[in-house]
């Protein structure tokens, strides 16, 4: 299928902060063919006008776990270890693959809605996280969350690869598979040297939870001598291209690391405010050079998934905890939920900017709102004041998948009514 999008602004992400104005796009197939002056001598199946809106790359949340959906204000204001160990371990426990894959389609409408195109998502059985990306046409990294099991570790480690085999470059390829031990916490050494040997031989990379809070970096000083950070540099986990989420708990050191190692930090600020986890020291990584990416973190800890306030928190709370105005600025914000999200997944030459030759991965958000006037600043306008609920446009790998706000590939009331049945009964469980 061959797409028109004309009259657009622009705002590329390839490195230019300026906001190219009343421009075309044209699509062909999955790809971007041209952007520029009207063409002639191009036939398009589709023209959609771009007449007060703005298109830009499609948001990358780099981090979250898309099942959680089903227990969304199932349990809140609880510390992070209480949260998990007496609230969510236990009922998760109950989930099953059906439970999972329609907790997956719930979260896969409300991001789309708000603009999100690719993600990365961590949970347990993700042959139904596999099915639903398949059927909505969103583009992912799935990555089976793995704790140590020391009763059968390599049945662990082979869901896994089986997850791999299934599901790597599916979907026209807008499907990838990496490695994902749980944490540092709940891996130990030789499970984790396990983890890597597999990461290597299906040559893809870790997705990891890392010093999310102040407990697991103490306790990883009391048993280890050393941060989690220091730790898994030390067993050479960061050989590996690596998806580090939350890094809230990183000192000088930590960070030297992490830029040396290129390791891709998952900025979750609202899920670390909610629980209290603390504030990721962001400004001073990328002032570093580290590419720190966004995410939302699961819907439960949360409680949405809209990738357009994690932007605007992810810079106004630096600016607080420096005490500096200019910290972390709106673009640097941008920046992390489009081209660094990118760059975390591994999936840059392909997504992220707006680019001849690259995937057609966009979002087109209506400008014609009351709250995004006046139009003094595009670009402070996306950070500080666009609303997911502005995404008017979403296109996929070439594929218009929301239109209007009409979503193309789901059935949204099927979606809400099965999802509010499966919850219910996992209660009940």
């Known amino acids: 299928m061959s797409i028109l999008i004309k009259n657009i602004d622009l705002l590329s992400m390839d490195g230019e902060r300026d906001l190219v104005k009343n421009t075309n796009i044209y699509i062909n197939g999955d790809r971007i063919d041209h952007i520029g002056e009207l063409k002639d001598d191009i036939d398009v199946d589709r023209v959609i006008d771009g007449k007060n809106k703005l298109a830009m790359p499609g948001l990358v949340n780099a981090h ?5 959906s089903l227990l969304r204000n199932y349990a809140d204001d609880l510390p992070l270890f209480d949260w998990l160990q007496k609230k969510i371990w236990p009922i998760e426990a109950k989930m099953t693959g059906e439970d999972i894959y329609w907790g997956t389609l719930l979260s ?22 596999g099915k639903a990306t398949e059927e909505s046409g969103m583009r992912a990294v799935l990555t089976r969350g793995t704790t140590e099991d020391k009763v059968n570790p390599e049945g662990k480690i082979d869901e896994t690869r089986v997850l791999y085999n299934n599901w ?76 580090a989420a939350h890094c809230v708990h990183v000192n000088d050191e930590d960070i030297d690391i992490m830029y040396e190692k290129n390791v891709f930090p998952v900025n979750n600020p609202v899920s670390n405010f909610k629980l209290a986890s603390g504030f990721s020291p962001v400004d001073k990584m990328l002032k570093k050079g580290i590419r720190v990416a966004l995410g939302t973190d699961g819907a439960s800890s949360n409680n949405s998934l809209n990738m357009f306030e994690e932007i605007k928190l992810a810079s106004i709370v630096n600016k607080a905890v420096n005490l500096d105005a200019v910290s972390v600025s709106s673009f640097d914000a941008l920046k992390m939920a489009t081209v660094n999200g990118a760059m975390a997944l591994d999936i840059v030459d392909e997504v992220g900017t707006i680019e001849v030759g690259k995937k057609a991965d966009i979002i087109l958000i209506d400008f014609d709102k009351p709250h995004l006037y006046p139009k003094h600043n595009i670009i402070s306008a996306l950070t500080y004041s666009v609303q997911g609920s502005d995404v008017d446009t ?36």
């Open 168 to 243: 790597h470059n599916k979907g026209n390829g807008r499907i990838k598979i990496m490695v994902a031990p749980h944490a540092p916490y709940t891996c130990g050494d030789g499970f984790l040297l396990k983890l890597m040997n597999l990461a290597n031989e299906l040559n893809t990379g870790i997705h990891i939870h890392v010093s999310e809070t102040k407990k697991e970096v103490e306790d990883s000083i009391r048993q280890h001598g050393k941060t989690p950070v220091q730790h898994l540099n030390d067993l050479g986990l960061f050989d590996y291209h690596t998806i």
């Open 108 to 129: 896969m409408v409300e991001m789309i809605q708000s603009g999100t195109t690719a993600f990365c998502d961590m949970y347990v059985d993700m042959e139904g996280v």
């Open 394 to 429: 979403v296109i996929i790998d070439g594929k218009i998948i929301m239109e209007k706000r009409e979503i193309k590939t789901l059935d949204i009331e099927k979606i809400k009514y099965l999802t509010e049945k499966y919850a219910k009964d996992l209660i009940k469980r």
């Open 64 to 68: 979250t776990h898309m099942g959680m």
